[in-house]
């Protein structure tokens, strides 16, 4: 999966970002929300974990911003904020999950996975397969990786 981390303890997404990693996953790592929201807007990613609290941008409101553009993709918000009400503001804002620090690796490593079983949408003309298969239903085009099929 194509990730992005908006996380601004330094150690901690350091971490995050090397151990996805070795689980086969090509992470960006972001750590305030005003970069974070740049990267968004260039798309590809089939998963965005929020830190709630980041600077200039929170993860929520980051998240609200990504829902009202119509933007499905993945979000799990990964955070501190342990409180039910803040755990139900967040899935009611439009995260897919919410889990909470300190956290063990194995269990953001199964709800990745878990998020990741969803089926592949269609927006569109184009279904996008992360950032490895595309299909255009009317120029009949696949793109895999940087190689067109026609």
């Known amino acids: 999966m194509h990730i992005l981390l908006v996380e601004d303890d330094e150690r901690l997404g350091m971490l995050v970002q090397y151990k996805l990693g070795q689980q086969f ?3 960006d790592w972001v750590q305030d929300g005003e ?15 929020l830190d709630w609290m980041v600077p200039y941008k929170s993860g929520v409101e980051l998240l609200q911003a990504l829902r009202e553009r119509g ?4 979000v799990l918000m990964l955070t501190a904020k342990d409180a039910v009400s803040d ?14 620090k300190p956290f063990a690796f194995e269990e953001l490593d199964a709800r990745i996975h878990a998020l990741s079983r969803r089926p592949a949408e269609w927006t569109g003309d184009e279904c996008r397969l992360g950032d490895v298969l595309s299909l255009n239903r009317v120029t009949h085009e696949v793109i895999r990786a940087t190689v067109r099929l026609r």
């Open 25 to 27: 996953h090509s992470v």
């Open 35 to 49: 970069t974070a929201e740049e990267y968004m807007k260039r798309g590809g990613y089939d998963l965005y974990i």
């Open 71 to 74: 933007d499905r993709t993945a």
């Open 87 to 100: 755990r139900v503001a967040g899935l009611r804002a439009g995260a897919d999950d919410y889990l909470v």
